[in-house]
C-alpha cells in the first residue's frame, strides 16, 4: 500500500495487487464502521451483546443464513476477548489507533463528511490529515473484506464512514459484488462540492455495483454529481463507469414491525406506560422527543416551540407535560459538547419560566435507556415530535408508529427527515420556522380523534407494508440482479 504522490488526491493507492479468495470464505460479508455487537460492563466482568436497533438484527439474520461475516470497529481499544462468533456470524474487527479515532471518527467521518451531508448547519471542517487517514482506514477495512469474502462473493458496505471501500475493495478484488448503502442524506451539489476529495469519494462509490440511498432526491444527487465530476455516463439510476455497470437507487430503511408490535402488546411494557405516566402526575397531555444528542435533531428548536406554547396559554403545566430523552453521542467532539450545554440550558430556562412546585414541565434524560422503556415511553406519549434539521429516514419516528396499535397518538414530523416522504398522515413542520412547529403541535392537538385514527392508520399500513426485512431482501435482490453487458454507444446521456 502507497500514498498517492499527489498530497492533495491523498487516497490509498492499491496499486495492482490482487488477492485470492480465501480457501474458506464468506459468502457474504456486511463491512460496516461499528461490529452489531457492544461490550458492556456488568460487575467488573466485561460482556458482548448485540447492538440494539432493527438493523443489526435485520443484517444478523441476512448473515446466519448466508454463511456470512462482519467487519467492524469493536468500539473501544481493546478487544482482546471479543468472541470469533456471534448468534451464528462471524465477527472481523478493525482495529483504530487513538489517533485515528481523532482523526478518522472524530475528524473527516463526524466534523467533516457529517455536517457537509446535513445541510452544514454546523460548518464542516477540512483538514488534509484527516483525509489521508479516512483514506488509510478505509484501505483497512477494504482489505480485511478482500481477505474474508469467498471467490465470486458478495460485500455490502455501510455509510458515509467508508466510502473509499468499494473502490478499494474492487481492485483487490474484481470477482466480487459490491453493494454499498448510505444512511444519512447525500447533499446537493451546491454543498458536496465543498469538499476539496469530491473527485475521490465519488469514485469510491462508484466501486459498487448498487449504490443505495434512504430517498430518490439523494440518489438523484449523486447520479448528477457522479456525471458531473467523474467520467460517468447514463441515468439516474444505471450508470456506467470504467466499463462497468452501476445501479442507483433509493431504498427507505424501516424498523422490525413485527418485534416493536410484540413489545408495545406485552402487558409488562403496558404496565410500564402507565406507570410512567402515573409518576409524571397523569397529565392530560404528554408530549415526547427521542433523539442522539445531535446539534442536526432539532431538539433545542422544539423544546424552544413546546414553551411558547406554555408561554401563550396553549399548554398548561398543570395538565402538560414534555419528556426529551438525549442519548449520549460522540461526546468528545465540540459541536455536541456545546449542543449538549445549549440544550441544557434551554430545558432549564423551560422549567425555571414554566414548572410550578413539583410539575417540571419538561423532564430530561441524558441517557441510553433500554428499548423497553423506550417503547414504553411510545406507548405513554400523546405526541410524539420528530423534528430534525435534516435527516437520512429517522427510525425513531416508525418506531413510534408502529407502538401505536391503537391508532391513537400523533407524530408531529420535519419534512427535511427521509421519512416524511412515507409518514403522511403526520403533521408536518418546517423545522428552521418555530411558527410552524407550533402550529404544527396545535394542529395535533386540536385534530378530530377520527382524523387522528385515520392519520395513524395510514402511516402504519405504510410502514407494514415494508419492515427493515424487506429493506435488506429488496438491496440483496437488486445487487443480486445479473449486470448486463455495457454497450457504450447506446449509453443515454444525461441532461442536467
Ligand atoms: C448514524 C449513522 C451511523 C452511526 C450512528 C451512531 O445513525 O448513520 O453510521 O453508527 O449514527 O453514531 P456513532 O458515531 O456513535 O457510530
Not at 460492563?41 to 443484517?59: F, I, M, Q
Not at 404544527?440 to 385514527?453: D, F, P, W, Y
Not at 407494508?465 to 429493506?471: M, P, Q, T
Request: overall charge negative; hydrophobic content about 40%; glycine content about 8%.
Amino acid at each position: 500500500m502507497s500514498q498517492s504522490p499527489s498530497g492533495r488526491a491523498g487516497v490509498v493507492d492499491p496499486g495492482t495487487e490482487r488477492l485470492t479468495p480465501p480457501l474458506h470464505g464468506a459468502d457474504l460479508v456486511v463491512v460496516a464502521n461499528r461490529l452489531p455487537v457492544q461490550q458492556t460492563s456488568k460487575e467488573g466482568d466485561d460482556e458482548w451483546r448485540p447492538s440494539p436497533g432493527g438493523l443489526v438484527t435485520a443484517l444478523t439474520s441476512m448473515l446466519q443464513n448466508r454463511n456470512g461475516l462482519w467487519i467492524g470497529w469493536p468500539g473501544g481499544s481493546q478487544h482482546d476477548e471479543l468472541p470469533e462468533t456471534f448468534e451464528g456470524i462471524q465477527l472481523r474487527p478493525v482495529d483504530i489507533s487513538p489517533e485515528e479515532y481523532e482523526s478518522f471518527y472524530l475528524g473527516f467521518s463526524n466534523a467533516t463528511l457529517w455536517p457537509l451531508y446535513h445541510d452544514a448547519i454546523r460548518a464542516p471542517t477540512f483538514h488534509r490529515h484527516w483525509w489521508h487517514t479516512y483514506a488509510e482506514v478505509n484501505m483497512r477495512y477494504a482489505r480485511a473484506a478482500a481477505e474474508a469474502v469467498a471467490e465470486n462473493g458478495t460485500v455490502w458496505v455501510h455509510d458515509y464512514q467508508l466510502q473509499l471501500v468499494p473502490q478499494y475493495l474492487r481492485k483487490l478484488r474484481p470477482d466480487v459484488r459490491i453493494g454499498f448503502f448510505l444512511h444519512i442524506p447525500f447533499p446537493p451539489s451546491e454543498l458536496f462540492m465543498q469538499l476539496p476529495w469530491r473527485r475521490e469519494i465519488l469514485a469510491g462509490l462508484l466501486g459498487a455495483d448498487l449504490i443505495g440511498f434512504q430517498v430518490p432526491s439523494a440518489a438523484a444527487n449523486f447520479s448528477r454529481l457522479a456525471r458531473r465530476i467523474t467520467s460517468a455516463t447514463g441515468t439516474a439510476t444505471d450508470l456506467v463507469y470504467e466499463g462497468r455497470q452501476i445501479q442507483v437507487g433509493a431504498f427507505p430503511i424501516s424498523v422490525d414491525c413485527k418485534q416493536i408490535t410484540a413489545m408495545a402488546l406485552d402487558p409488562a411494557i403496558r404496565a410500564r406506560a402507565v406507570e410512567l405516566r402515573a409518576t409524571l402526575g397523569n397529565p392530560d397531555l404528554v408530549l415526547l422527543g427521542v433523539d442522539r444528542l445531535d446539534y442536526t435533531k432539532g431538539i433545542q428548536q422544539r423544546i424552544r416551540a413546546v414553551a411558547e406554547l406554555f408561554a401563550d396559554g396553549t399548554l398548561d403545566p398543570e395538565h402538560a407535560v414534555m419528556v426529551q430523552v438525549a442519548v449520549p453521542s460522540r461526546e468528545s467532539d465540540a459541536h455536541y459538547e456545546k449542543e449538549r450545554h445549549d440544550l441544557e440550558q434551554v430545558v432549564s430556562e423551560m422549567n425555571g419560566e414554566h414548572g410550578l412546585v413539583g410539575k417540571p414541565v419538561i423532564h430530561y434524560l441524558h441517557q441510553n435507556l433500554p428499548f423497553d422503556e423506550l417503547v414504553a415511553l411510545y406507548l405513554a406519549a400523546d405526541i410524539m415530535l420528530v423534528t430534525p434539521f435534516r435527516d437520512g429516514m429517522n427510525l425513531v419516528a416508525k418506531e413510534y408508529v408502529m407502538c401505536r396499535t391503537d391508532l391513537t397518538g400523533k407524530l408531529v414530523l420535519s419534512e427535511f427527515a427521509g421519512a416524511a416522504s412515507e409518514l403522511r398522515g403526520a403533521f408536518i413542520i418546517n423545522p428552521h420556522d418555530l411558527e410552524g412547529i407550533k402550529e404544527g403541535i396545535r394542529s395535533a392537538l386540536k385534530v378530530s380523534k377520527k382524523e387522528g385514527k385515520s392519520r395513524m392508520s395510514r402511516m402504519r399500513r405504510k410502514t407494514l407494508r415494508r419492515d427493515v426485512f424487506d429493506w435488506t431482501n429488496s438491496f440483496f435482490a437488486a445487487l443480486a440482479r445479473p449486470v448486463q453487458p455495457v454497450d457504450l454507444e447506446t449509453v443515454d446521456q444525461f441532461d442536467d
